[in-house]
């Protein structure tokens, strides 16, 4: 029996990894059906703006105006593709706690389709990984995307 998805969760961040994240679950969710709905996530991560000594909330108001576009825009390229349920939201706060525990509580996610980290061994020793918490700690099936549609490897390797 193959396994249905019903609410599929994509956090993206204008990265080419969660672009290619993006076409894949675009790809499942087309595969699963009308009844599967794809929830689309951009995290604006509020410990940013900490070290910032005068703090402006106009600063805060254009990411999220820029990230409401960039998430139409997605909506539009599925739309496009034959996906019939599709909605964004744009959260604040801790990336991997939003996207690993909190939404997909309250939205009842079975799925997370999420792109795999650039980051290198260093940066994820000392800040971690988004991509890794939220597989070791999310509640559902996470698929970790780092080929194109065709399956072919889409991610640079780091140059040494």
């Not at 609410?7 to 672009?19: F, K, W, Y």
């Not at 959260?91 to 909190?102: L, M, N, S, T």
């Amino acid at each position: 029996m193959l396994q249905r998805y019903k609410n599929i969760l994509v956090p993206v961040d204008g990265s080419r990894e969660a672009e290619l994240a993006f076409k894949k679950a675009v790809s499942v969710a087309k595969r699963n059906g009308d009844e599967t709905t794809l929830h689309l996530v951009h995290v604006v991560d509020t410990r940013a703006f900490q070290n910032i000594s005068s703090f402006d909330t106009a600063m805060v108001d254009q990411v999220t105006e820029t990230a409401k576009k960039t998430m139409e825009g997605y909506v539009e390229s599925a739309k496009a593709d034959g996906v019939k349920n599709i909605d964004f939201t744009v959260e604040y706060g801790a990336p991997k706690a939003v996207i690993a525990k909190d939404i997909p509580e309250d939205q009842k996610i079975d799925l997370i389709v999420i792109g795999a980290t650039g980051l290198n061994a260093v940066e994820r020793l000392l800040i971690g990984s988004v991509t890794e918490y939220v597989t070791r700690t999310a509640p559902c099936d996470v698929l970790v995307v780092r080929t194109d549609l065709d399956n072919k490897p889409a991610l640079k390797k780091d140059a040494k």
